[in-house]
């Protein structure tokens, strides 16, 4: 950007936005966003610009594209809200051609785990659990998963592709007790609200190269139930393919094609369901559970 301005460029499953602006304190929350996405080169599919504005006297954060304005808030903790759904609404409108599942999404040994289950299910406990166990985080929000891909391994011919959405962990007080880490007092404080905390998953990820994207070895549908044992329970294809169409955010816009890629994917991948009462337990189990079952498909 030209005139002493800044341009932030992130790129998310290959679709690339760009966010612009002079102002240094809204550069510093352009920064904060979507960080595991950032990338130095590219062409953006579309600019986003962040700005102030002067309404009555009253100084205003402002996002707009293309000389339209999408939101105005008077404080950085909305603004920061307001700009980081919208890049996320656009991102996974330009990622039309996979498939997006509610989901979190980890790494670990080389293969990746997607961790599926509607709002309250035990997603996020889960990733933040596994990342202190060495896993690699690649989304706590949406999975993507591209079908068909090509390896030089002769086992993994056809397989299907876990890709990150390096969206921030939405990381809520009571997950925050149960799994301290630095990370939360770190982030800057239009990040951090009093029941809950936006982390990079940068910040929580423990390995030392995080993975863009990795085959999809195992799929966990998650039930999170207070007091309850630790079940895990093995799903046939069938059974995970219905719980996948259930999970999945783009069924409609991709038609039947999107249900035959769905049951593909659960003909091709180990699932199970998990229900557990103790987060810290399960991420422990689960931990050696995906290590082992990972490292055999080697």
């Given at each position: 950007?030209?005139?002493?301005?800044?341009?932030?460029?992130?790129?998310?499953?290959?679709?690339?936005l760009?966010?612009?602006?002079?102002?240094?304190e809204?550069?510093?929350?352009?920064?904060?966003?979507?960080?595991g996405?950032r990338?130095?080169?590219?062409?953006?599919?579309?600019?986003?610009?962040l700005?102030?504005?002067?309404?009555?006297?009253?100084?205003?954060?402002?996002?707009?594209?293309?000389?339209?304005?999408?939101?105005?808030?008077?404080?950085?903790?909305?603004?920061?809200?307001?700009?980081?759904?919208?890049?996320t609404?656009?991102?996974?409108?330009?990622?039309?051609g996979?498939?997006?599942?509610?989901?979190?999404?980890?790494?670990?040994n080389?293969?990746?785990?997607?961790i599926?289950?509607?709002p309250?299910?035990g997603?996020?406990?889960?990733?933040?659990g596994?990342?202190g166990?060495?896993?690699?985080?690649?989304?706590?929000?949406?999975?993507?998963?591209?079908?068909?891909?090509?390896?030089?391994?002769?086992?993994?011919?056809?397989?299907?592709?876990?890709?990150?959405?390096?969206?921030?962990?939405?990381?809520?007080?009571?997950t925050?007790q149960?799994?301290?880490?630095?990370?939360?007092?770190?982030e800057p404080s239009?990040?951090?609200?009093?029941?809950?905390?936006?982390?990079?998953?940068?910040?929580?990820?423990?390995?030392?190269?995080?993975?863009?994207?990795?085959?999809?070895?195992?799929?966990?549908f998650t039930?999170?139930?207070?007091?309850?044992?630790?079940?895990?329970?093995r799903?046939?294809?069938?059974?995970?393919?219905?719980?996948?169409?259930l999970?999945?955010?783009?069924?409609?816009?991709?038609?039947?094609?999107?249900?035959?890629?769905?049951?593909?994917?659960?003909?091709?991948?180990?699932?199970?369901?998990i229900?557990?009462?103790?987060?810290?337990?399960?991420?422990?189990?689960?931990?050696?559970?995906?290590?082992?079952?990972?490292?055999s498909?080697?």
């Open positions: 950007m030209r005139d002493g301005g800044w341009l932030n460029l992130y790129s998310i499953g290959g679709y690339v760009s966010v612009e602006g002079h102002d240094p809204l550069h510093q929350l352009a920064n904060a966003i979507y960080s996405a990338v130095d080169s590219g062409t953006a599919d579309i600019t986003f610009r700005s102030r504005v002067n309404e009555d006297g009253l100084e205003l954060y402002c996002l707009s594209a293309a000389d339209v304005e999408i939101c105005r808030q008077r404080t950085l903790g909305d603004f920061f809200l307001d700009v980081e759904w919208t890049l609404q656009q991102a996974m409108s330009g990622c039309c996979l498939i997006q599942v509610h989901a979190g999404a980890v790494a670990i080389g293969g990746g785990v997607l599926c289950g509607p309250g299910s997603k996020t406990s889960l990733v933040v596994l990342a166990h060495g896993a690699s985080v690649l989304s706590d929000e949406v999975g993507l998963l591209k079908t068909g891909v090509s390896t030089p391994h002769p086992r993994l011919v056809g397989t299907t592709e876990l890709i990150a959405f390096p969206r921030d962990l939405i990381v809520h007080r009571r925050q149960l799994f301290p880490r630095a990370a939360y007092g770190q239009f990040k951090r609200f009093p029941d809950r905390c936006h982390v990079s998953f940068d910040r929580l990820s423990q390995a030392p190269e995080l993975a863009a994207a990795v085959p999809l070895r195992q799929m966990l039930s999170f139930q207070p007091g309850c044992e630790l079940a895990l329970a799903l046939g294809p069938a059974a995970a393919a219905r719980r996948l169409l999970d999945t955010y783009n069924l409609e816009s991709m038609g039947e094609e999107c249900t035959e890629l769905v049951a593909g994917v659960a003909e091709s991948c180990p699932a199970w369901s229900r557990y009462g103790d987060a810290v337990q399960a991420s422990s189990l689960v931990a050696t559970f995906i290590g082992v079952a990972n490292t498909k080697e």
